[in-house]
């Protein structure tokens, strides 16, 4: 139950802003209750805040300023400040700043806003012209129904002051209403897919762990097409029958107008939904409408996870592996972790779809923590691509050119049945290096330890660290030899220019982030060329992720070795993962796929494998290897990054760091470093990284928080925690 605070009482706010404090203010006249959205005077200005409990006492009454109002809006619910709590303790991240997560949207503070709407009234304009009469006889064809003053006039093809003329006459109605309108009732009754053998049985679980009510976690595994979507429909369907929300998360790039499409075809309307391309407006009406219970069902990206549901009783995490549920910027959190604890404090259940999942999820799945269901079969006709290597040390592929000459026939198969290939790559831009060929010189980025990557398409160098670019340069930078830089490896712009000299008539698409401006661009892209409009893809790791192209029946990955080299400790179970899911684009249709994998190592356990399809002996090896090492998921693992204009400064910091670790030697954790991180500068600060290892149950953010407590940041440097680091740049 929510504390209420009489007018004058000292209540504690939280606000969005950068200081790490809950404030004291006075509650204003009318009180307020804990878990208000209220505005606050703060310096200046005014800002957002949350009121958070009782003040703290300690800071004279007569010197406290009264919270200004309290909003028109549901009060944050004590499950929602414990999650944003909990998940500020578990990634070491101020409150304030889990806060700004879950306010974000615009306009939060203002009256709900409204808009004009018109209808018809009674009687006839003493005057009547024929752009008049033309307004009537549309309002009075469509009934009752309103329009905003651009649909009507629009519709009726006059000018707007037209349809003022007739409102001043009263023989049309102008009203105003509510711009924030609830969304559209989903109908759960309306029947799904007949599901078969283990769909159906894996849907009844679901639905019998909502029905429950209580928290619970389900991994659930099956291949491309097996029909996870399908299942994890019903436990939605079962969730809205129950009256409380569900939540579905997608890497944003799988956030399709097929799959939205989809939704609205099961459930007869749309979803809400939340991503960075949803406009300003409807951003806040979600916000709104989804703590009032009026939006059933989301659809977002990581970060609709901080909505403030009124009765959260679902989240799937759909392709739960993909390591953009890992926010890298501000507040470093895992999206499907957070999920997880999100469910327990708000009594839902959670499921994680994918067809390769993460290494935690699956050693979770092992230890009991989550249910685990697979689905074997793949939906329907379709079956898994039949996949084989190429061995490229037995190919005769001449310099400068990837494509061996045996997946070129394989191509030209394709091309001849009408069919579509894709040539898979996951690397951006022309070229990875340029050398100059009389000195050797590579051109590096000027303010990071990378080399600049030659973008044709921009006519450009980029720094894929920093986002950095410069001309392509006439004369080497080392040297000053004229005509002498040279393009070494493949990005896929070169590869494209490789296919259409191999296969002249043949349509070719690139997909690739860089080359889209919008992810609307890219998507509508993605859905031309599953619909026919592409003989040959080349893509990066964007197409491994959910799209569907049916025509598709051959997949070459033109380098399956890239990645296994990385010294990254995932860098194995992220290549098997890629390629999996890179093959399980070939075949989804009625015709059996294709997928070939050059290699120069066929031999790698990784590539064995992928090809024998072996998976559970893949994770049981994977794991074998980990917990050895006592590395995540069965140890722990936090990231200290020190960033700074001087290395000199950030290795300072970090030595003295070094040597005060007596709260990690407490609780038994080890400490690497201080040394320069694997990319030692990104955007001319130097960064140097110290690594925490510490055993499965140790406290380890406690211990962190001891140990950084004392430490006063001189100006200029920078201290980022990153509790279970995915990447280790
Ligand atoms: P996944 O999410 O595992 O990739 P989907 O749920 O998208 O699989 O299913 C793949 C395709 O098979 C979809 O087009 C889906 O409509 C179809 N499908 C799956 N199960 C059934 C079923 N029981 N009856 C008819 N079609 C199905
Ligand atoms: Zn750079």
């Known amino acids: 139950m929510a504390d209420r605070f009489a007018e004058g009482a000292r209540v504690g706010v939280l606000t969005a802003e950068r200081l790490d404090r809950v404030l004291d203010y006075l509650a204003p006249e009318g009180g307020c209750g804990t878990g208000d959205f209220v505005e606050v005077p703060l310096g200046p200005r005014r800002v957002l805040g949350v009121v958070w409990g009782a003040g703290e006492g300690g800071f004279d009454a007569a010197k406290l300023r009264a919270v200004t109002r309290v909003l028109d809006a549901a009060p944050m619910r004590d499950e929602l400040r414990a999650f944003l709590e909990r998940a500020a303790d578990y990634t070491l991240t101020p409150l304030s700043a889990m806060l700004r997560l879950a306010t974000r949207a615009p306009g939060l503070g203002d009256a709900p806003s409204m808009q004009k709407i018109y209808r018809r009234g009674a009687g006839l304009p003493w005057r009547m012209t024929e752009p008049r009469a033309r307004v009537i006889e549309l309002l009075e064809g469509y009934g009752g129904l309103a329009f905003t003053l651009g649909e009507l006039a629009g519709e009726a093809g006059v000018s707007p002051t037209v349809v003022k003329g007739l409102v001043a006459s009263g023989a049309v109605l102008e009203e105003d209403t509510p711009r924030d ?72 790039i799988a956030l399709t107008a097929e799959f939205l499409a989809r939704v609205e075809r099961r459930f007869g309307a749309r979803p809400a939904e939340w991503h960075s391309g949803v406009t300003m407006v409807e951003r806040r009406r979600l916000w709104r409408m989804v703590g009032r219970g009026e939006a059933q069902l989301v659809v977002g990206a990581r970060s609709a996870l901080f909505l403030p549901f009124r009765d959260l009783g679902l989240i799937v995490v759909d392709e739960e592996h993909d390591s953009s549920y890992k926010q890298e910027e501000g507040a470093l959190y895992n999206a499907r972790d957070m999920a997880v604890l999100r469910a327990t404090l708000a009594s839902a259940q959670v499921v994680l779809a994918s067809a390769t999942p993460s290494l935690e999820s699956w050693a979770n799945a092992e230890a009991g923590k989550y249910a685990r269901l697979d689905l074997s079969a793949r939906f329907g006709p379709a079956e898994l691509p039949e996949m084989a290597t190429i061995d490229m040390r037995a190919e005769d592929v001449p310099a400068g050119r990837w494509i061996s000459p ?324």
Request: include cysteine; charged fraction near 20%.
């Open 406 to 729: 045996r997946l070129q026939r394989a191509v030209a198969a394709r091309l001849a049945a009408g069919r579509q290939s894709l040539l898979f790559l996951n690397r951006r831009g022309y070229a990875p290096v340029t050398v100059c060929r009389a000195c050797g010189h590579m051109i590096g980025c000027d303010h990071c330890d990378a080399r600049m990557v030659e973008h044709r398409f921009l006519k450009r160098l980029v720094c894929h660290q920093c986002g950095e670019t410069k001309p392509i340069p006439e004369t080497c930078p080392s040297c000053g030899a004229a005509d002498k830089l040279a393009p070494v490896g493949p990005g896929v712009e070169r590869l494209a220019e490789e296919t259409a000299a191999l296969f002249p008539g043949a349509r070719v698409a690139v997909l690739s982030s860089d080359l889209f401006t919008t992810a609307r661009a890219l998507k509508a892209q993605i859905e031309a060329i599953a619909g026919g409009e592409a003989d040959i893809i080349i893509g990066t790791q964007l197409v491994a992720k959910g799209h569907n192209f049916p025509l598709l029946t051959l997949v070459g990955v033109i380098d399956a070795d890239l990645g296994l080299q990385g010294s990254d400790l995932r860098a194995a179970e992220r290549t098997f993962q890629l390629m999996r899911q890179v093959a399980g684009r070939a075949g989804r249709g009625a015709e059996q796929g294709v997928a070939l994998l050059q290699t120069f190592q066929p031999e790698h356990p990784v590539i064995r494998a992928i090809l024998t399809g072996d998976e559970e002996g893949f994770w049981r090896a994977e794991a074998a290897e980990r917990r050895a090492a006592g590395m995540p998921p069965y140890g722990r693992l936090a990231g200290i990054i020190l960033s700074a204009p001087e290395a000199r400064a950030a290795f300072d910091l970090g030595t003295h760091l070094a040597r005060n670790d007596a709260a990690l030697r407490r609780i038994g954790a080890q400490l690497y470093g201080p040394a320069p991180a694997p990319i030692a500068r990104i955007r001319g600060r130097h960064r140097v990284r110290l690594l925490v290892k510490a055993a499965k149950g140790a406290p380890l953010q406690a211990a962190i928080r001891d140990w950084l407590a004392p430490v006063k940041l001189p100006a200029q440097v920078r201290l980022a925690v990153d509790i279970d680091p995915q990447s280790f740049f």
């Open 181 to 252: 309108r609830p969304y559209p009732l989903l109908d759960p009754a309306r029947p799904g897919l007949a599901l078969e053998g283990d769909q159906a049985a894996a849907a009844a679980r679901l639905c019998a762990g909502v029905a429950g009510g209580g928290y619970g976690t389900t991994l659930l595994k099956g291949v491309t097409g097996s029909g996870k979507t399908e299942v994890y429909l019903e436990a939605v369907a079962e969730c809205l029958r129950k009256g409380r929300q569900a939540l579905v998360l997608l890497p944003e």
